[in-house]
Structures are given as structure tokens and as C-alpha cells.
């Protein structure tokens, strides 16, 4: 029997994370599953919630790190390394590209540990974003890199990165676990209702939301395309935006932005969020895992950053960038007039079976 030390740490890591136990628990495949949540973002609530919502093993590790970064990740690699040290895994699995996934591939690294990286060779080219340094630095000392699509793949090589390149090095496609996870829970997929006025909006990175003005400048760019087209707007409130909402508008924010035409909500569950998206017409987002959700549930996307990790979805154009508020409306009309071109069905991120590709491979290398 096989071991491995799974890491988690914010929430679309869950997501990702229990298509890949699903597997390693129901194909009995020989390798036993530890789970270690570093507690980056975590709260009994939600840990809770999705552990039951998503059938998720309870995490045999939980970390207690500061909220401070320059403190959290030393936390994290100490706290890693420690269950490294006490579980004797034979390889430590990371997803995508938190703060937690970098300290569990140093961690790994510090104490010879083989780490497997999933979602691996994904570039933004934007070195302002610590995603993209926690994604390049990941790739760099990890021993197998799953990626999600053949672009990945050639971003990696472009880097060095490629299988054989240093001995028990592997770089495979597997696909995506969370079109995996979004099958799984998802259910049929239904094309947009003519008759559908709903919205999904989300705003959380710091280069929009931390700023006042920028974040008011979206919100109120977002309202008033909403209102002109007679949309309404769901806005599950990431609590780093909220914070800042409040000092915009003060306590009473929600109903200031439902003044606006945005329905402020509490941070949605996967589920909650998977319905939403089934009943929207487009997306508004600044997330990296909502915008192939959006895919994933064919729905077009509104990406508010100035770049994303996930060109296929650009160059499939089933999403469309807008990096600045005052470019709203334009890029909403844009996505709404292409809409009927618009292909959902492409598998640009596999066949929905990744876990199971991901699960197979592990076995073979751990047993080579």
C-alpha cells in the first residue's frame, strides 16, 4: 500500500481535491489517502460544509497559521514538513496555485518527498500576481506535473520542463479535475434561456478590490450594465471584498449595492454556486476557477483582470477580458452579439476523467 499527503488550503482546492479521492477511495488502486489542510483559508463552517457537500475525506492535519503572509508561509512549510515527517508519505499531492501549494512543494522539496503538481504548467505572464510566482516556482521542483490541456504542456516545455528531463520527471495531460467535479455534481447541461436575466458577479483579487475606488468603479460599472439591460446581478461577497464595501458605503453596504442592482450574498457553496450558474446568462468574474466553470456549464464569461491563465477560453472565444471598469459595457455586448457562435461542447480541458488518468498514473510511477 501506497501513501500520499494530499495539501490543501483554499476553497477551489476542495473542489479539485474531491474528484481525485473519489477515485483514490471507490477504483482501490492501493494507495492510501492523507489529507492536510493548511488552514489558508479556513473556517469550521465552511470546511464543514463542503467536507459534506462534497463527500470529502475529514483532513487528518489542520494547520493554525497567521493571516499575516510574511508569517503564514513559513507556517504552512513547518506544518507541512511536520506531517511529512509523522505520516511517511511515499509522494505529497498539490493543486493549482495558492500559497499552499507552494509551501507543500518546498515542504516536499526540504525533506526529499516527491511532489505531484495538478493543474501544472498554467501562465499568466503576470509576475505581479503571486499566483503566477507560487504556479512558476511549483513546477520548478515538482516530479510529476499533471496539466489540464496540451497548451500547459508546451508552456512547461518552453521552460525545461519536460518528462525525462531529470530522472522520474513525468509532464502529462490529464484533463481537469474540476470538469470532473462539475460533471460529477453538475448534472445536464442547458443552453442559455432567452428569457434568462440573471448574472453572476464576483470580485476578489486585491488588484480589484483592495482599492476603494477601483472596487466602487467595478461595482457601479457593473450595476448600471445590469440595470440598462434589465439583468439581475448575484453577488456572492468574498469577505475581503466586503471589508472594503463597508468602507465605501458603510455598514449598511448591502443594501447600498442593492440600490445599485446587485444582489449581495453570502459566499456561495459549490452547489449554490453550480445552480446559479445554470440559470445565468453570463458571468462577471475575476476568478480563475469560476471562468471554466462558466465553460463548463455554457455559460459565457466576463473575465475582469488584464490577463488569464486560461487562454483556451480566450482563443476558444467563449470569454472575453476586460481589465478596466469603463470597458464594461462595450465587452458585455460584445459576449452577448457572439453568443450564438459560441461553442460549450469542445473538450478543451479533457473528457471529465482526469481523477481516474491522474489516479492510474500515480499507481504506476509509485510502484515503478
Known sequence: ?????????????????????????????????????????????????????????????????????????????????????????DAVILFGDTDSTLAGALAANRTGTPAVHIE?????????????????????????LFCPSKAAVALLAREGIVSGAREGLIVEVSGDLMLDTARHFGGEVLPVSEDSRTVVLT?????????????????????SAAKSRGWQLLFPVHPRTARVAERIYGKAWSGQLLDLGIDAQEPASYLQMISWLKAARQVWTDSGGLQKEAYFMG???????????????????VARLCPKPDEMDAAITALEEGHDKMDFSAPLYGNGKAALHIAQTLRTWLNR
Open 1 to 89: 500500500m501506497k501513501r500520499v499527503l494530499t495539501v490543501i488550503g483554499a476553497r477551489p482546492q476542495w473542489m479539485k481535491a474531491s474528484a481525485l479521492s473519489r477515485v483514490l477511495e471507490e477504483a482501490h488502486l492501493g494507495i492510501e489517502e492523507r489529507v492536510l489542510h493548511t488552514g489558508q483559508h479556513y473556517s469550521h463552517d465552511m470546511a464543514g460544509r463542503f467536507v459534506d457537500e462534497l463527500n470529502l475525506p475529514a483532513a487528518h492535519h489542520v494547520l493554525n497559521v497567521s493571516k499575516d503572509p510574511a508569517l503564514r508561509m513559513g507556517e504552512m512549510m513547518e506544518g507541512v514538513m511536520a506531517a511529512i515527517m509523522k505520516d511517511a508519505p
Open 120 to 144: 501544472a504548467g498554467l501562465r499568466s505572464f503576470d509576475r505581479n500576481m503571486p499566483e503566477e510566482i507560487n504556479r512558476i516556482l511549483t513546477d520548478a521542483i515538482s516530479d510529476v
Open 203 to 223: 470580485l476578489h483579487r486585491p488588484s480589484n478590490v483592495d482599492n476603494p475606488d477601483r472596487l466602487r468603479a467595478w461595482l457601479e460599472s457593473a450595476g
Open 299 to 317: 455559460r459565457p464569461a466576463l473575465v475582469l483582470r488584464e490577463t488569464t491563465e486560461w487562454t483556451e477560453l480566450m482563443d476558444h472565444g
